[in-house]
């Protein structure tokens, strides 16, 4: 697979890096170098999970988890989870959506719904794909009806969360290792609080994490070769 995507990585190079500035070139090739990387991993975790390799270790460690229970956590953890349902982002992206128009940051408003919902797509999508039951290990204190792999907590939150992150890193860059720090310890409770709950494995927060990963940066990497294309054609920016 490492071969294919150095070919990949070549023929973009030949094709499109001369186009765009150096510094863009060598982060779009990391991005996707990292995007790749989530592929595999991803692929990887599937194998095991339906060859049974990873039962013992998920059930260790939610049952270690469960340890730790009370019930201050479960209410925590359960406003935790709040802010990955799928309620709250829509209104988060509506809100921010709205202000991005508001900005004329047609761009950036564009690629946030583009974010949203191909990754809620690409989530529902792999779970019918892969139909993983849910754990069962307790009496669960959440609703949860759908299939297990990956999780949408925590695949959705990060695509949608991290772009949001992304928008306020490039508009407030002076504070962008508070924003970047902020914004993955959020990503990381949301996916925790999905263990603490019981209604995901382990392996299922992970996979979630790496499908989220390559659907943000492929997002992120197309809208910042779209406004270095429009910058280089002397065009206004639709993002800015």
Known sequence: MFNYTNKLIQAWKEQVSSRLSPLLSLIWV??????????WGFFQIAEKVFSEQTTEIDTAILQSIYQQHTPLLNQIMTGITFLGNGST??????????????????????????????GIGL??????IYARVRPALWERIVDAASYSFPSGHAMV????????????????RSWSSVILFFTTLLILAIGFSRLYLGVHWPTDIIAGYAAGLVW??????SLEILQF?????NQEPLSD
């Open 157 to 172: 939150s990060l695509v949608v969360y991290g772009f949001i992150g992304y928008l306020l890193i490039a508009n407030f």
């Open 89 to 118: 982002l829509i209104y988060l992206i509506c809100i921010v959506g709205v202000i991005l128009l508001i900005s004329k940051k047609f761009a950036s408003a564009f690629t946030l719904i583009i974010v949203a919902s191909g």
């Open 216 to 221: 943000l940066i492929s997002c992120i990497l």
């Open 30 to 39: 990391g991005g996707f170098a990292i995007a790749a990387f989530c592929v």
């Open 229 to 233: 294309l429009l910058r280089r054609n």
């Open 123 to 128: 989530n529902v999508w792999l779970k019918n």
